[in-house]
């Protein structure tokens, strides 16, 4: 973070401390951290750093602050059918980006 600049927050995923010394799980999170740095979506998260090396594996993406979609429904009831499709189409862009990326 630079002098002046606002805090980030970060959504950090780690691999479990059992699991390790699993070479297959790492070469898997190796290759999730590179396909999340290779997704080009303003509808996913973008990765901001990640080592599969690192003694404990992690990533860190940027976190999306907001309510769970359960959340949302319990303080305000059933979502109108225009925000569900809404949501909806947001989501298929951003798998869409995924899968573009991993391909």
């Known amino acids: 973070m630079s002098a002046g600049s606002e805090p980030r927050l970060a959504a950090v995923k780690t691999v479990r401390p059992e ?5 297959a799980l790492r070469d898997r999170f190796r290759r999730e951290i590179d396909t999340a740095r290779s997704v080009e ?3 996913a998260a973008r990765l901001l750093s990640g080592d599969a090396e690192a003694a404990e594996p992690w990533l860190a993406t940027e976190y999306v602050a907001g309510p769970t979609l359960e959340g949302a429904v319990r303080a305000a009831g059933p979502l109108p059918v225009a925000t569900v499709r809404a949501l909806g189409l947001d989501l298929v862009r951003g798998l869409r980006g995924i ?3 991993a391909a």
């Open 99 to 101: 899968h573009h990326a």
């Open 19 to 23: 699991l390790v010394g699993d070479q």
């Open 41 to 43: 979506s303003r509808f």
